[in-house]
């Protein structure tokens, strides 16, 4: 499966972004979806994931009652809704698909594939 993240940008502090991660390939429906980011320098963190049975979600406390992820099955599409952004929100934001889970895990090990990227900046 192929994902390709888009919907990143810059933008001012407070504002809001959807981030968009469409699949090639594969249907998405029976894969638990992740967002994920990068600092510079850092390692990739956990910010969002998705299980395929109904709307079973987990947030990072970072962003918990400002991000909220979803997904579209029909579309073969993930998102991420971004709201109340903070400088410190800035990173490339990364989509991962894990096909194997019955458990939705934050652990960027557990997930097989993963999208290019897409750089998001907030400015203060």
């Known amino acids: 499966v192929q994902l390709q993240a888009s919907g990143g940008g810059l933008v001012q502090a407070g504002g809001s972004l959807r981030l968009s991660c469409a699949a090639s390939?594969?249907?998405?429906?029976?894969?638990?979806m992740g967002w994920f980011r990068q600092h510079p320098g850092k390692e990739r963190e956990f910010v969002a994931a998705i299980h395929w049975i109904g709307s079973s979600t987990i947030v990072a406390d970072s962003v918990k009652g400002r991000f909220t992820i979803s997904r579209d099955n029909a579309k073969n599409t993930v998102y991420l809704q971004m709201g109340s952004l903070k400088p410190e929100d800035t990173a490339v934001y990364y989509c991962?698909?894990?096909?194997?889970?019955?458990?939705?895990?934050?652990?960027?090990?557990?997930?097989?594939?993963w999208g290019q990227g897409t750089q998001v900046t907030v400015s203060s």
């Open positions: 390939g594969r249907t998405l429906s029976r894969y638990i």
């Open positions: 991962a698909a894990d096909p194997l889970a019955t458990i939705i895990s934050p652990r960027v090990s557990e997930y097989d594939y």
